[in-house]
């Protein structure tokens, strides 16, 4: 994968595959932007700041409801979205860490299992534990004695919805890499120190990254019709 070509990936599925793609990810552009003009204070949780962030992943639950109807494989990645969207409601409060890192933790299996295992690849999954796993640790030694099971689990879980993403290339492989960045610095700024600009950096990455992964739902699908 090179730069070019995730400038691309947006271009090529609005353009080549569908022509109303673009037109249905409106609402998903539009509430991105409520979102962050918005910019709801997160001292400040309510259902409305709940209802603010979790509308983008709604609106490409419904994006994928329209522009690629019926089918297990599609629904796989509406369950991820569901699933994403109940994450994000539960991260508000601060008392629903728990539930809401579970709820991402189906989110990435349900990915897993869109993706598939073919090609298996095995190399690149041991490419990941070396980069990632060095981090994890890294992190666990600063996470609460009971909540370091929990996180650990989440981290393996998002390594193997990075491996399967990054085999599968394309927009999934970017959409995994930008997710698992989005979580990285989550997890720094959750539980070893602040870091400056973080929820910016988190949810920019986190957005571009699920619209990516819905959109490798478009090729997948295609490419299994071709």
């Given at each position: 994968m090179d730069s070019g070509k995730a400038g691309q990936t947006l271009k090529t599925h609005c353009l080549a595959q569908r022509p109303d793609v673009c037109r249905w990810l409106s609402p998903f552009i539009l509430s991105c932007c409520v979102y962050f003009c918005l910019w709801i204070p997160k001292d400040q949780p309510?259902?409305?700041?709940?209802l603010v962030k979790c509308l983008p992943i709604l609106c490409l639950a419904g994006f994928l409801w329209?522009?690629?109807?019926?089918?297990?494989y599609t629904r796989l990645f509406q369950g991820a979205l569901l699933c994403s969207a109940v994450g994000d409601a539960c991260l508000i409060w601060p008392e629903a860490f728990l539930p809401g890192m579970a709820a991402f933790a189906t989110t990435h299996l349900l990915?897993?299992?869109?993706?598939?295992?073919?090609?298996l690849q095995p190399g690149l999954l041991l490419l990941i534990i070396l980069t990632s796993g060095p981090y994890l640790s890294l992190v666990l030694q600063h996470v609460e004695?009971?909540?370091g099971l929990?996180?650990?689990?989440?981290?393996?879980?998002?390594m193997a919805m990075l491996w399967r993403g990054l085999a599968q290339g394309g927009s999934a492989g970017w959409g995994g890499l930008l997710f698992t960045l989005s979580d990285g610095v989550l997890a720094w700024d959750t539980f070893v120190q602040p870091l400056p600009y973080a929820r910016l950096v988190v949810m920019t990455t986190y957005y571009a990254a699920q619209l990516l992964i819905t959109l490798s739902a478009l090729r997948s699908q295609m490419a299994k019709t071709d």
């Open positions: 309510s259902w409305v700041a709940a329209v522009v690629s109807p019926g089918g297990g990915y897993v299992w869109a993706f598939g295992f073919s090609p004695p009971d909540m929990p996180v650990a689990a989440y981290g393996l879980i998002l």
